[in-house]
Nanobody, 125 residues
């Protein structure tokens, strides 16, 4: 059974930082592309970041570029999203997702095979 479990969400003031983590089990982690997505209140789910199988390549949404980083540890089956200089527009439920693919990265959420339950990030002014 494949499981993705996010952690690290919470309440932070604008300008602050948070680190989200996603623990993956039930699949060969080094063979999946990982992604982070978010869904803000009243908004559709949107792409945040994706990382290739060994962590050598990553791609970010323009809205988070330069503020967020993504990393993975294939020995621990985890993928992290480090978020800095947060602003209220970053308030959302953040989800990690996994995709079996030979492609280096995947942006479209509809292509992902597995999803976590999400973790809430709230940025206050």
């Amino acid at each position: 059974q494949v499981q993705l479990v996010e952690s690290g969400g919470g309440l932070v003031q604008a300008g602050g930082s948070l680190r989200l983590s996603c623990q993956v089990s039930g699949l060969t982690f080094s063979r999946v592309v990982m992604g982070w997505f978010r869904q803000g209140p009243g908004k559709e789910r949107e792409f945040v970041a994706t990382i290739n199988w060994n962590g050598s390549s990553a791609y970010f949404a323009d809205s988070v570029k330069g503020r967020f980083t993504i990393s993975r540890d294939n020995a621990k089956n985890t993928v992290d999203l480090q978020m800095s200089n947060l602003n209220p527009e970053d308030t959302a439920v953040y989800y990690c997702a996994a995709k079996w693919t030979l492609r280096p990265m995947v942006v479209a959420g509809t292509e992902y095979d597995y999803w976590g339950q999400g973790t809430q990030v709230t940025v206050s002014t």
